[in-house]
């Protein structure tokens, strides 16, 4: 299950926003991303790559505020830490949400939200690759990203300062290589995935998305490392 994606920026999280509440056209938070791909890449090319999430990163994610029905940016830690498990639950079964899950009872009331990414990777179900530190076997990562560089919106449940990913069965695209994948929502679903009839979007089988093995480097020996 998605266990780590990139990041958008607080600015083109702002971006989205404004494109979902009809503030601002969708194009515009394709072209921030886009500017902040392009931005990526030359980072890349100094050793700075885009900003990853994993299980315990602090993340951005919107909602309805507890007040309106206006979308508000807020900050959450990822991953719920129930007293059963000695590891974060960071993702969570969109199966269980609809059955009514106890656990997620409270936070698929009262905490669905959307959680923006540039990209997200899944391991390989058999594929593996030499590890570039230590020479073992791994999983072979994958990266998903949207159609044209276009941000991802990840559904997502949040309680107490804490979120989680929810994740569906896997569409064509992702079914060769994870068994699950996260719900990705259209910035048109985003008001449905909000509201009452948030159940109607558990079928991502016709969600587009663009995958590719993600490129694994070996970490610079010694003899590479400069003081200055």
């Not at 899950?101 to 030499?130: L, Q």
Request: hydrophobic fraction near 40%.
């Amino acid at each position: 299950m998605c266990g780590r994606f990139e990041v958008l920026t607080y600015e083109e999280v702002a971006a989205v926003v404004a494109a979902v509440e009809g503030r601002a056209e969708k194009r515009q938070a394709t072209q921030a991303a886009q500017a902040a791909q392009a931005a990526q890449t030359a980072q890349e090319a100094q050793g700075k790559p885009r900003a990853q999430a994993r299980p315990g990163s602090s993340i951005l994610l919107f909602g309805h505020g507890d007040a309106s029905d206006n979308l508000e940016i807020e900050e959450a830690t990822w991953g719920f830490d129930p007293e059963w498990s000695s590891r974060p639950v960071f993702n969570t079964r969109v199966e269980s949400m609809i059955e009514g899950s106890p656990m997620w009872r409270d936070a698929t009331a009262n905490g669905r939200c959307v959680i923006p990414a540039a990209s997200f990777y899944e391991p390989h179900a058999t594929e593996t690759v030499p590890s570039p530190r230590t020479g073992r076997p791994l999983k072979r990562p994958y990266q998903f990203a949207g159609p044209d560089g276009e941000p991802l919106l990840m559904a997502g449940v949040q309680a107490d300062g804490r979120c989680s990913v929810v994740t569906c069965e896997p569409n064509r695209w992702v079914a060769p290589i994870h068994n699950r994948m996260p719900l990705l929502l259209r910035f048109e679903e985003v008001g449905t995935w909000l509201s009452p009839e948030w159940p109607a979007l558990a079928d991502r089988s016709a969600f587009q998305l663009h995958a590719a093995p993600e490129h694994l480097e070996a970490p610079p020996q010694p003899d590479q490392l400069s003081l200055f």
